[in-house]
């Protein structure tokens, strides 16, 4: 079918995308064709046109927080009905691989792969100006229709909108899973959110979720320490040596027991700051990615290792998509979870690079790319 994409064809230039007219083929074994609703705008899709995200290859379909409706069935497709509702997860999940099978889907062997730029089975299901063109996370979401494998596929109950669904494929499990599950938290705690876009607002809702006392959120945009309160931050600063201060008062100088950080881009200079805020035996969580060329990190290791601290790296917030991606549209329907407050601001996918400019100067929370009719 013909349709239209958002592309880049020199990724990492910051030459912006390109909508564009695209062909996409029917699903093939074990895939299916999503009428999309909606796509959120990550940071991790800049970071491709940065070069944050290295790409050797190109040209790239953006888009990986997408949900919909299934509309056709490939051969081989068990599991799966058309009109079925689902949420595209970033990364997929077999099932039957060894990190799958004890119930880290996260690190699931297929999902290593989902940069390569070919579906899963090596080839392409969308061409434009008569090339293959590579999908973002096997997903490909600036586009309203996409041919996926089934493990990427994550079934909702059909009451959810479709709309805010779409943030549970990245931005939200990653957010709300760096508290739940990389960090740990527990009851009591006294947490530290850097950085409050997409991704960090969930880690904020994910440490209200673990019973956190004390949220303290960094963010240098004023309207983002605004919102971080709707959505749990119990004090907002605007930089470290604020927090610093709010942490000491309210941990009588022992430090939070977790920090978390959720930057739009994580340099190394960060990392000492954030261990500083860390309390003895407490956890300090990267969840933001760094620039792949970023190997200099200024670390007191002494102090690192004899007050007993970890540092955990996180991918998907150490989330299980099938699990928690409707445990998360769940919480959404009783009301425990909020996805709306998410959306700052909608477009047309004609104006992507406005709402990429939008993200750049730290406008939203989520911009949100609408399909409709
Ligand atoms: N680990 C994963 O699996 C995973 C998944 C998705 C996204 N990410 C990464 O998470 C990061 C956040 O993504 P996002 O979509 O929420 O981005 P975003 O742009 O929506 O949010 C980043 C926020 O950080 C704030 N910020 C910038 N510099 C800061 C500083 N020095 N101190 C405090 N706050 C600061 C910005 O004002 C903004 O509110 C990105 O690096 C993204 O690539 C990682
Ligand atoms: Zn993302
Ligand atoms: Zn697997």
């Known amino acids: 079918m013909k349709t239209i994409g958002a592309l880049l064809w020199e990724p990492g230039t910051r030459s912006g995308w390109s909508v564009e007219e695209i062909e996409i083929d029917p699903p093939k074994s074990r895939e299916v064709r999503v009428k999309l609703a909606a796509s959120g705008i990550c940071h991790s899709d800049d970071h491709v046109d940065t070069g944050d995200i290295p790409l050797d290859w190109a040209p790239i379909i953006g888009g990986h927080e997408g949900a919909g409706v299934i509309e056709e069935l490939g051969p081989d497709v068990t599991g799966f009905e058309v009109g079925d509702h689902v949420v595209l997860s970033f990364l997929p999940s077999c099932g039957h691989c060894k990190m799958c099978t004890i119930g880290r889907s996260n690190m699931c062997e297929m999902g290593a792969g989902v940069l390569g730029g070919f579906a899963p089975d090596g080839t392409h299901r969308v061409h434009a100006r008569g090339q ?84 303290v959120t960094i963010d240098p945009v004023e309207y983002k320490r605004d919102q971080a ?26 430090g939070a027991d977790v920090v978390i950080i959720t930057v739009d881009i994580a340099y190394g200079h960060l990392l000492n ?13 990267l969840t933001a990615a760094a620039p792949v060329t970023q190997r200099d990190v200024p670390f007191d290791l ?72």
């Open 132 to 215: 293959g063109v590579g999908p973002f996370s096997y997903l490909g979401t600036f586009s309203p229709y996409v041919v996926v494998n089934i493990d990427s596929c994550v079934k909702i109950g059909k009451d959810i909108p479709l709309d805010k669904a779409a943030l549970i494929g990245c931005g939200v499990p990653t957010g709300w899973g760096s508290s739940v599950y990389a960090a740990d938290i527990q009851l009591g705690d006294t947490v530290v959110v850097i950085g409050t876009g997409g991704v960090g607002m969930n880690a904020v809702q994910g440490a209200r979720h673990k019973g956190a006392k004390n949220i």
């Open 302 to 373: 002494f102090t690192f290792a004899m007050s007993g601290k970890r540092l955990q790296g996180t991918l998907y917030g150490t989330t299980t998509a099938r699990r928690d991606i409707p445990l998360i549209a769940d919480m959404y329907r009783r009301g425990e979870f909020k996805l709306d407050e998410l959306v700052t601001k909608t477009y047309k996918l004609e104006d992507i690079n406005t709402a990429f400019k939008d993200l750049r100067e730290g406008k939203n929370i989520r911009g949100v790319i609408m399909y409709d009719d």
């Open 273 to 285: 700051p954030a261990q500083e805020m860390t309390r003895r035996g407490g956890t300090l969580v």
């Open 229 to 254: 309160k709707i959505f749990g931050a119990t004090h907002t600063t605007e930089n470290f040596e604020q927090c610093r201060e709010v942490v000491d008062q309210l941990t009588e100088g022992q």
